[in-house]
C-alpha cells in the first residue's frame, strides 16, 4: 500500500505543474 501512497502523492504534486505546462503548450 506504501507504492499507492508514493504514486498518488507524486500525482497531486505533479498534476498541477502539468495543468500550467499544457496550457502554454496549447496556447
Given amino acids: 500500500g506504501q507504492i ?3 504514486i ?3 500525482y497531486y504534486l505533479i498534476n ?3 495543468t ?3 496550457d502554454k503548450l496549447l496556447k
Fill in 4 to 6: 499507492l501512497t508514493i
Fill in 8 to 10: 498518488y502523492f507524486l
Fill in 16 to 18: 498541477p505543474l502539468v
Fill in 20 to 22: 500550467k505546462w499544457w
